[in-house]
């Protein structure tokens, strides 16, 4: 098994209102498009990596209760600037930027649809 995970789903209250927020806090493009009757927005992939999307859903509720995930912002300085955009967007910010070691940095949001999200950026290695 390459990884552990290799599909989410997001939920959403508000469609348009999560693809803008997520759009803006991840300075992404997240391109909506439907899937099995759902709309669903999808975040940027390739073959090789872990594929999720925003989705509006009767099967789905947005929740701070139950998984966790963690988005890879890929550098500190993403994941910074991601947090600083949190609140601005219609999020809350639950934990600011957190050292956890030899693993990197973290922090989690309340999304604008009321879904705790982590942010991760790995440990820069030393040049």
Known sequence: MQ???NWFEIP??????AVTFYS?????????????GEPQAFFPMDQTSVGGA?????????????TLIYL???TVENLEQ??????????KLLMPKTDIGD???IGIMQDSEGNG???????PTAA
Do not use: C
């Open 3 to 5: 990884n552990a995970i």
């Open 12 to 17: 959403a209250a508000d469609f348009d209102r």
């Open 24 to 36: 803006t806090v991840l300075a992404t493009d997240i391109q909506k498009g439907e899937f099995m």
């Open 54 to 66: 925003i989705v509006k859903s009767d099967r789905l509720t947005p929740s701070m209760s139950g």
């Open 72 to 74: 890879n912002l890929g």
């Open 82 to 91: 991601a947090l600083g955009r949190v609140e601005s967007s219609g999020g």
């Open 103 to 105: 693993p990197g940095f």
């Open 117 to 123: 999200i982590g942010l991760h950026a790995p440990r």
